[in-house]
């Protein structure tokens, strides 16, 4: 019975969490928001979510993710690590970018959440497979790099400190990411335009963050 209770009070805090990341973005979201609409007192919150907002836009973005995956694999087999994984993290950004509101809730959530959960065992595998003389150390520190730019520069482009397109931002975060481990920049750059061609072929998916279907 309480592990019932527990369970949808927790569903009830991640669709209040919802609503408000919707309406008032990630960084606009309140604990205590949350807590005052859900009726329980705001320290219960973190019984549930121990990080408080930043676990529940994680568990959001992550059943995002494999919505997204769900739907690629439908479309997309391939032996490389690499190409999987420029594929996939192009895909998913893709369809956050079709939405505003997504991909306000995305990019403001991004530096809270990503030092936590990075792609550190994706990127290794890949760079395992092209034989880089890397270790776990310098993949971590590549990825949180690669996701470092990628935060700062939406950042900038939002504040209108700097003007570029989606797929500039996308690039210059996988290049910065497998340049520091090793991959020549001209294999990188063809990785990259083999990635995009192919995706040109798979129409937006409209698969949703905030509202899913």
């Not at 700097?162 to 975060?173: C, G, M, N, P, Y």
Request: hydrophobic content about 40%.
């Amino acid at each position: 019975m309480e592990n019932k209770k527990s369970k949808i009070t927790s569903q009830k805090l991640l669709d209040i969490s919802t609503e408000l990341f919707y309406e008032n973005g990630f960084d606009g979201t309140k604990i205590r928001e949350i807590s005052r609409l859900a009726k329980i007192n705001h320290s219960l919150i973190y019984y549930y979510f121990p990080n408080g907002k930043t676990d529940v836009a994680y568990k959001l973005i992550a059943a995002h993710s494999k919505r997204c995956l769900k739907i690629l694999r439908e479309h997309f087999k391939t032996d490389s690590y690499l190409f999987y994984t420029l594929v996939s993290l192009r895909f998913i950004s893709r369809e956050i970018l079709a939405n505003d509101r997504d991909m306000m809730f995305y990019i403001e959530a991004w530096s809270e959440y990503r030092p936590k959960h990075t792609l550190f065992i994706e990127n290794y595998t890949a760079a395992k497979e092209l034989s880089l003389p890397v270790d776990a150390h310098i993949v971590k520190k590549s990825t949180l790099m690669g996701d470092s730019v990628w935060s700062g520069l939406y950042r900038a482009k939002l504040n209108g400190i700097i003007d570029l397109t989606h797929k500039e931002i996308r690039d210059a975060t996988d290049i910065t990411r497998w340049t520091y481990m090793g991959l020549p920049l001209e294999k990188i750059k063809s990785a990259i335009e083999e990635a995009e061609k192919f995706l040109e072929e798979i129409p937006i998916q409209n698969i949703r963050l905030l509202r899913p279907e």
